[in-house]
């Protein structure tokens, strides 16, 4: 058949519906591609790539505005009150961490975790001080943001105190969790408490951790943190006599023993000056670790040269320390020290440290004393002959250059 072929019709038919499509404009008509008319579309859609740019920029600005102070604070309230309810402390720390608080804003937030726990029970004061401590280990909180929030909410005593009169003893149960948990020192809490700012708030502090650890924990803690106690006390407070009245009256003084040995061994010495008596007193007092103590060999000293000088020279007699005491009196002053020597040995022997404390005793006395004629070289002499102090000892002091104990410079000439 002259028939065309099927496919051959097909094609045919399908010419013209593809030719709108796959004709192209002639060369001759691309140059005036600027003319808007015909090709208006095609700038158009080079145009459409910008505007997802466009949109894109309200995406990275429209990230929620920092929330207002109220915000952070309702949310922190919330959050304390449901941990405290439930006891749940890694769901507290997350909530606390979806927060997002800026960090300018941490310390009056845990002010609010210690100030939502107040008028609530020990066991959830001390959940407030657990969670405290889990933010700092979490790296959310610092120590300084505990210390900010701490000193807030003391500012704020005299309106808490009218609800919760307890509010000073509440809040010195905080700062000795913090200090047992490490989240603040002994000498950091202490620093903006000086000269009785907030007092008694620093005793009340020490008075819990006793409470909490034990004294013998407590005491050395305070030793190595080489707080000044008198530095605490109010102005007016600030000497040893005061010092340890206020220490007692709060059950303290054991932080002192050494204060306390100084009020009581010349007493001591004074009601029976048997040298088996005194040793007992001391063993029965002080505790051992302080026997090689400077301090401790330091007062020992004193209260024997104080006792001395008492008998030989009693307050009645007006002798003049200028003058050169008699024989008697040398003979006494001799016997007393050899009466006292065992217990010195006892202290002193081989240690030179303690022995050049003994002989910044014996220079302390003298200075007090301004320097009677002949009494610092005669004990001197009665220290090496006796065996109390060894050479090494003298030399010692007579080469150390400390400025801490009066009377070197006449001592020495």
């Given at each position: 058949?002259?028939?065309?072929?099927?496919?051959?019709?097909?094609?045919?038919?399908?010419?013209?519906?593809?030719?709108?499509?796959?004709?192209?404009?002639?060369?001759?008509?691309?140059?005036?591609?600027?003319?808007?008319?015909?090709?208006?579309?095609?700038?158009?859609?080079?145009?459409?790539?910008?505007?997802?740019?466009?949109?894109?920029?309200?995406?990275?600005?429209?990230?929620?505005?920092?929330?207002?102070?109220?915000?952070?604070?309702?949310?922190?309230?919330?959050?304390?009150?449901?941990?405290?309810?439930?006891?749940?402390?890694?769901?507290?720390?997350?909530?606390?961490?979806?927060?997002?608080?800026?960090?300018?804003?941490?310390?009056?937030?845990?002010?609010?975790?210690?100030?939502?726990?107040?008028?609530?029970?020990?066991?959830?004061?001390?959940?407030?001080?657990?969670?405290?401590?889990?933010?700092?280990?979490?790296?959310?909180?610092?120590?300084?943001?505990?210390?900010?929030?701490?000193?807030?909410?003391?500012?704020?005593?005299?309106?808490?105190?009218?609800?919760?009169?307890?509010?000073?003893?509440?809040?010195?149960?905080?700062?000795?969790?913090?200090?047992?948990?490490?989240?603040?020192?002994?000498?950091?809490?202490?620093?903006?408490?000086?000269?009785?700012?907030?007092?008694?708030?620093?005793?009340?502090?020490?008075?819990?951790?006793?409470?909490?650890?034990?004294?013998?924990?407590?005491?050395?803690?305070?030793?190595?943190?080489?707080?000044?106690?008198?530095?605490?006390?109010?102005?007016?407070?600030?000497?040893?006599d005061r010092m340890l009245e206020i220490l007692e009256g709060k059950g303290l003084s054991f932080l002192f023993p050494l204060l306390k040995l100084e009020k009581e061994l010349l007493k001591q010495i004074k009601l029976d000056p048997s040298p088996q008596t005194i040793y007992k007193w001391i063993k029965d007092n002080i505790s051992p670790k302080l026997h090689v103590d400077k301090g401790f060999v330091n007062?020992?000293?004193?209260?024997?040269?104080?006792?001395?000088?008492?008998?030989?020279?009693?307050?009645?007699?007006?002798?003049?320390?200028?003058?050169?005491p008699s024989k008697e009196q040398l003979e006494q002053e001799k016997q007393l020290l050899l009466s006292f020597k065992p217990v010195m040995q006892k202290f002193l022997h081989d240690h030179v440290d303690l022995q050049v404390s003994a002989l910044y005793a014996l220079q302390v006395h003298c200075h007090n004393s301004n320097f009677p004629k002949g009494m610092l070289l005669r004990f001197f002499v009665h220290?090496?002959?006796?065996?109390?102090?060894?050479?090494?000892?003298?030399?010692?002091?007579?080469?150390?250059?400390?400025?801490?104990?009066?009377?070197?410079?006449?001592?020495?000439?």
């Amino acid at each position: 058949s002259l028939r065309p072929a099927q496919s051959f019709l097909m094609n045919k038919n399908q010419v013209p519906k593809l030719q709108p499509q796959i004709t192209m404009i002639p060369p001759s008509a691309q140059p005036p591609r600027t003319q808007t008319p015909p090709l208006g579309q095609t700038p158009q859609l080079g145009l459409k790539t910008n505007p997802p740019l466009i949109q894109e920029k309200p995406a990275k600005t429209s990230k929620k505005p920092p929330p207002s102070k109220e915000e952070p604070l309702k949310l922190t309230e919330t959050v304390v009150t449901e941990y405290l309810n439930s006891g749940n402390a890694n769901e507290a720390v997350n909530g606390v961490r979806e927060m997002r608080a800026p960090k300018h804003f941490l310390p009056e937030m845990l002010s609010k975790v210690i100030i939502l726990s107040l008028d609530r029970s020990d066991e959830d004061k001390e959940k407030a001080s657990s969670l405290i401590s889990l933010l700092k280990q979490e790296g959310i909180a610092t120590s300084d943001n505990f210390m900010q929030a701490f000193l807030n909410v003391l500012d704020q005593c005299p309106k808490l105190e009218v609800d919760i009169p307890l509010v000073k003893s509440y809040l010195a149960q905080f700062a000795a969790r913090a200090i047992i948990s490490e989240l603040v020192s002994i000498s950091e809490l202490a620093q903006p408490l000086e000269s009785g700012t907030h007092f008694p708030l620093f005793l009340l502090c020490l008075q819990q951790l006793a409470k909490l650890q034990d004294r013998e924990w407590l005491t050395e803690l305070f030793q190595q943190s080489k707080v000044n106690m008198q530095k605490m006390l109010p102005e007016i407070d600030q000497n040893k006599d005061r010092m340890l009245e206020i220490l007692e009256g709060k059950g303290l003084s054991f932080l002192f023993p050494l204060l306390k040995l100084e009020k009581e061994l010349l007493k001591q010495i004074k009601l029976d000056p048997s040298p088996q008596t005194i040793y007992k007193w001391i063993k029965d007092n002080i505790s051992p670790k302080l026997h090689v103590d400077k301090g401790f060999v330091n007062i020992l000293m004193t209260s024997f040269l104080q006792y001395i000088s008492s008998e030989v020279n009693p307050p009645s007699d007006e002798t003049d320390s200028s003058s050169a005491p008699s024989k008697e009196q040398l003979e006494q002053e001799k016997q007393l020290l050899l009466s006292f020597k065992p217990v010195m040995q006892k202290f002193l022997h081989d240690h030179v440290d303690l022995q050049v404390s003994a002989l910044y005793a014996l220079q302390v006395h003298c200075h007090n004393s301004n320097f009677p004629k002949g009494m610092l070289l005669r004990f001197f002499v009665h220290f090496y002959d006796m065996e109390i102090i060894e050479e090494e000892a003298f030399l010692a002091w007579k080469e150390d250059i400390t400025q801490e104990f009066p009377g070197k410079g006449k001592a020495l000439f």
